[in-house]
């Protein structure tokens, strides 16, 4: 029998014929292979031109509210030469000189303008003007000590006795409104031989009043007056409690009139061995509205 060469004839080695058929398959699933990758491409280009890539925000549509970033650049503060237009609560009882925020950011564009009043930032003069004008205690003339940090400040006031600097309060002062030249004003004391510590710092009461405290010394006689921005002379007097010993509890009952502010300063004061007023403390109160 005759037979054909190695060409792929009938008859002839069948391999080259497996070798070429498996040659194509590859090729076609190379082609393939290439064609899907070039789609994928595409696509990730076309995305990433549209914005709508995982983890890259779109831009907002016309007349959506943008959102805030942590990388929005922040707000410069106010600064002294411009007033604010908007102040947020003040966290205290507004006691002296000011009686509210607003009062306080009206006397700074007074200062802005004219310079009125300097000493309102400085909460030295301000603690002794309180002492020796609003209370009335000309005796207790002269700064003992000061601390101030940040916005808030304890400065000691007292006098000058047989040859010494005596201590008779430390004043609680705090800078109300906003700016660099936020005034100070006095809102309590922080003491230890003489407190008041009831009623409770900024409770709203009527009259008649029981306050008390503690103290310490030796025949003292505790005076108590409720006084209010708005009068000059106290609207309630208590005098006097004969009191004494370490850190003794004391308490009086004061009764007070023609309450018409926000706010009420109640004075504790003791004396008389040296001089009238040698020891006080204040605390801050509201009045009840009237029926």
Partial sequence: MTTTGPDNLPGGDPAPLRRATRRMRIAIVVAAVTGIALIAVLAVVLLRDTGSEPGVAAPPSAGATPTTSARTTPTPSPTPSKPTTTVGPFAYQALWPFSSVAGAAAWQRSYRSGGHQPWHLDPEQTALSFTTGYLGFTEVDRVVSSSVSGDEARIGVG???????????TLHLVRISLGLDAPWEVVG?????????????????????????????????????????????????????????????????????GATGSALTVVASTGGHLQGVEAFAITGLHPAPAN
């Fill in 159 to 169: 006098y000058q006795a047989e040859g010494r600097l005596a201590h008779a309060a």
């Fill in 189 to 257: 004391t922080i003491d230890t031989t003489l407190t008041l510590d009831h009623p409770r710092y900024g409770a709203t009461v009527t009259s008649p009043l029981t306050v008390g405290g503690l103290i310490t010394g030796v025949d003292e006689s505790i005076r108590v007056d409720v006084r209010q921005l708005s009068s000059t002379k106290p609207i309630g007097t208590y005098c006097c409690l004969p009191a004494g010993g370490e850190r003794q509890p004391w308490s009086a009952r004061v009764s007070f009139t």
